[in-house]
């Protein structure tokens, strides 16, 4: 047999492979995607809620410089003074802060979504080899890496260069403004920019995350020998499942065989079918099926059930019927209950007639069934 790993890669992965991978932490994911999400989302930030943020600051710095002489030399207004410029800073940039933290989350999640492995924080010593990171650094996914670090470097040059193009007259024309006009309308530039910059770098998100999920598709593929070896392991192996389903069946028969002394007949066809039938008179429900059996198990039942003394009757067109349209444990079908009753009703006056020795009654002869019971053959 051929080497496992001489084997191509051809098959998809099972739903068990990409499981085990993910408990591993090994699920697809996009660095790109995650860069940009964090970057879109911050520049939107900025671009809603920039101005509010830089007033907020430009006041914050205006109160800091703006001490009276009476608190200058005590050492801990000056603290004080600190603190609160802290405090109504952060409380400016908490929003954004608390956007940039959502940014971090969504972004992983909307591809591979949430996993949590600490198998991916233990150390890998193959990863420590030096002949292992030489063939990484020519791997694949190292060429793919350094062209999408090109791409995006010409993309952002690019488009800064028709940025500059665009903003440069009004950017040397803001030294004619005054100071806070050309400070708000320079923020607003440098946001617009930044804003364009960051949705340059969806082409690159666009390249990157199809390449990711068939990266990732690619390394689980597995071969066909390995897809049956899981298939072993998960489902068992054939002779071994064969072996319990055996042993299964070799109990339920035992089982089975216990419960035909407690029957009131035994319903043959007369040789191929037998089915134990049992009725409780005080009962409400209809008679029972405790056992049946074709062939071999039929003339075992037959067999206790004469050593019990359980009275056999032959029907043949009954037991196909009650063979094929009953389970253990279930009641009589109600279209079977008129042809069940003329056999039970026949063991009862056989049972008084041996208890009073009378003239044994004549077993029941061509006892009738509804036409759809009619369908079920001997097959011998």
């Excluded at 198998?119 to 990171?133: C, D, R, W």
Aim: proline content about 5%; overall charge positive; charged content about 25%.
């Amino acid at each position: 047999m051929a080497d496992e790993s001489d084997q191509e890669k051809t098959e998809e992965p099972t739903a068990k492979r990409e499981a085990d991978a993910r408990k591993k932490g090994d699920i697809a994911r996009s660095k790109e995607l995650n860069t940009v999400v964090v970057l879109m989302m911050g520049s939107m930030m900025i671009w809603m809620g920039g101005e509010r943020i830089f007033k907020g600051l430009w006041g914050v710095m205006e109160r800091s410089f703006s001490i009276d002489r009476a608190h200058m030399f005590d050492p801990l207004s000056m603290v004080l003074s600190l603190q609160t410029a802290m405090q109504d800073a952060l409380l400016f940039l908490a929003p954004f802060l608390i956007v940039m933290v959502l940014a971090a989350i969504v972004g992983p999640l909307a591809m591979g979504g949430w996993s949590f492995s600490a198998e991916a924080f233990m150390p890998k010593i193959n990863k420590m080899n030096p002949l292992s990171g030489f063939k990484r650094m020519f791997a694949v996914r190292s060429l793919v890496e350094l062209l999408k670090s090109l791409l995006k470097f010409l993309l952002v040059l690019g488009v800064m260069w028709i940025l500059v193009e665009n903003y440069l007259a009004e950017f040397i024309g803001l030294s004619q403004l005054p100071i806070n006009t050309a400070l708000i309308r320079a923020s607003d530039l440098m946001t617009l920019s930044f804003v364009v910059l960051c949705a340059s770098l969806l082409l690159v998100v666009a390249i990157d995350v199809p390449f990711s999920i068939w990266e990732y598709k690619k390394k689980l593929k597995m071969t066909l020998q390995e897809v049956k070896d899981e298939m072993k392991q998960t489902e068992g192996r054939p002779e071994v499942k064969g072996k319990i389903r055996q042993l299964q069946q070799e109990m339920s028969q035992g089982r089975m065989m216990e419960e035909v002394p407690k029957a009131d007949v035994i319903v043959t066809n007369p040789t191929h079918f037998a089915i134990a039938l049992k009725y409780e008179e005080n009962g409400t429900g209809a008679p029972m099926v405790v056992a049946k059996g074709a062939d071999l198990i039929a003339a075992k039942i037959r067999n206790i059930g004469v050593g019990h003394g359980i009275t056999l009757v032959s029907a043949p067109p009954l037991a196909r019927a009650l063979f094929h349209t009953t389970e253990i444990g279930s009641e009589v079908p109600k279209g079977l209950y008129l042809a069940v009753a003329q056999v039970l009703a026949y063991v009862y006056q056989l049972r008084i007639a041996t208890e009073k020795r009378w003239k044994k009654p004549k077993a029941p002869r061509n006892i009738k069934i509804p036409d759809e019971y009619k369908k079920y053959r001997s097959p011998f």
